[in-house]
């Protein structure tokens, strides 16, 4: 029995187990989120510095409801081959992310990509002998082209492309969505190397009534039915012809990793993950929405309007999702750290915002009372994530929270709270909040 116990595991346990629980016990009602202010109860303080284990300087400020970071949940270990230190969240098919600590890299390495599987990557790939065919009512000239012909044929290009899973943070949404309940993982930015989609478009011919792209993949349905696909998405022709949409080879000058797509993929940045496709082998070019796996509703789609939670949506009021919102995340320091509180602390990440650009990336030592500006770098190119950096003095010893917070190039900033539930969870993209003592 948890009576037994201190007050300490009761309380944080309570809020693994039941958050809700912990929230009338320390705040003494139920409460709707975080957008109401202060009014911690005496007894609910107690027990929260308690379980924290320190005292709790800007307490003040707490909103109402806040479950404090400190009390996420820890990280396990992996076995996905290459890929150490990622959480597993599934092992058929495979997903896994990254803690934010881990993606502290300005270009994160292969072995710190999470891995989205929908269904069961294909074996004994060969890249010499790997084909790509366009084909779809669209295609002027359908052809395949082997991995040698797409090198020889179009000019090479190598960008940073930002690629975030549409479910990325749905584990924060209430009542729960079903899906992988990533947290802030499902996100990285590494180097890609290939050609351009609009490039090799071009050469096969687009008719006139061209309006979307399909991809498919060497994946396997996890059912192991043939005829089964496990995803094929893809994007309207517009954003297929973008610069940066590319047939890539290379994933940090080296090959792709396996789970990521090798030996080749399509990167289409900005969007949900799940239309830039692995294991790429065919491309349709289509004279209406692709209509492949997972297009239709309520796969990667979300309500034209906002819906109550736990609300059933028809399929014909789903929309489907295109730019990713503005979002961020604290690199450094990793939550949970101590430190000196004498000592400055460094504070930095990544932020990015879909289809748009950085204005500006702002934290908040004080939950969300004030908030400071960061020195943000421009992107490596367009559709990389940017980067931040500053630093804090922590005023006293005590339990922080840090916050951050961007701002895209139209002024629309991420919330504080989780937005707008979905049927599915996708598109959460609260602040990221770490938890430091200082001590
Ligand atoms: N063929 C294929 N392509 C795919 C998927 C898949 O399961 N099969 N998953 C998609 C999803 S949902 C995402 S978020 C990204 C994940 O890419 P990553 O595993 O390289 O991080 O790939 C997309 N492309
Ligand atoms: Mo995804």
Redesign the pocket.
């Known amino acids: 029995m948890k009576r037994q116990k201190p007050e300490v595991t009761t309380l944080d346990a309570l809020y693994a187990d039941d958050p809700i629980a912990a929230d009338r016990l320390l705040w003494g009602r139920r409460t709707s989120g975080l957008s109401r202010r202060g009014f911690l109860r005496k007894s609910g303080l107690l027990s929260m510095s308690a379980a924290l284990g320190a005292a709790i300087p800007f307490a003040r400020f707490m909103p109402a409801g806040l479950i404090p970071a400190a009390f996420a949940a820890e990280s396990a270990e992996t076995e996905i081959e290459g890929k150490e230190g990622l959480i597993v969240l599934n092992t058929r ?1 495979i997903n896994a992310e990254t803690p934010a600590h881990l993606l502290d890299d300005a270009i994160t390495p292969n072995h710190r ?7 069961i ?1 294909p074996e004994a790939v060969d890249p010499d002998t790997w084909t790509l065919e366009i084909a779809g009512e669209s295609c002027l000239r359908p052809q395949s082209f082997t991995i040698a012909d797409l090198r020889s044929r179009f000019e090479e290009v190598t960008l940073q492309l930002q ?6 943070g749905r584990s924060e949404f209430v009542p729960a969505a079903s899906g992988n309940q990533w947290t802030t993982g ?1 996100i ?1 930015c590494p180097m890609f190397t290939g050609v351009r989609l609009r490039d090799v478009l071009n050469y096969c011919g687009l008719a006139e009534d061209a309006v979307y792209l399909g ?5 396997t349905h996890t059912s192991g039915d043939p005829d089964r696909d ?4 893809g994007v309207p022709i517009v954003k297929a012809m973008e610069r940066e949409s590319i047939i890539a080879w290379a994933m940090n000058g080296e090959d ?2 396996l ?3 090798y030996p080749l ?2 990167i289409c940045a900005g969007w ?9 082998n065919k491309l349709v070019v289509r004279n209406q929405i692709h209509d492949g796996e ?1 297009m239709a509703a309520p796969s ?1 789609t979300v309500p034209a309007e906002p819906v109550a939670p736990g609300s059933r949506v028809p399929p014909s009021q789903m929309r489907i999702i295109e730019s990713m919102p503005v979002k961020s995340l604290v690199t450094f320091p990793q939550s949970g750290i101590s430190h000196d509180f004498r000592q400055r602390l460094t504070v930095r990440g990544h932020a990015w915002a879909g289809d748009n650009q950085i204005s500006g990336v702002f934290i908040s030592i004080d939950f969300g009372a004030t908030w400071l500006p960061t020195a943000l770098n421009p992107a490596a190119n367009r559709l990389a994530w940017q980067n931040w950096e500053t630093w804090v003095q922590l005023p006293e010893p005590g339990y922080y929270e840090i916050w951050a917070r961007a701002m895209d190039d139209r002024g629309r900033s991420q919330p504080m709270v989780v937005p707008g539930w979905n049927p599915r969870g996708y598109l959460n993209n609260a602040s990221h909040r770490v938890a430091v003592q200082a001590v």
């Open positions: 098919p990509m999470f891995v989205r599987n929908n269904g990557p690629l975030e899973c549409g479910g990325n499902a990285g991809y498919y993949g060497a994946d496990p995803i094929s998405r792709i990793p789970q990521n797509g993929r399509l949900p993950g799940s239309v830039s496709g692995k294991w790429l997972k990667y």
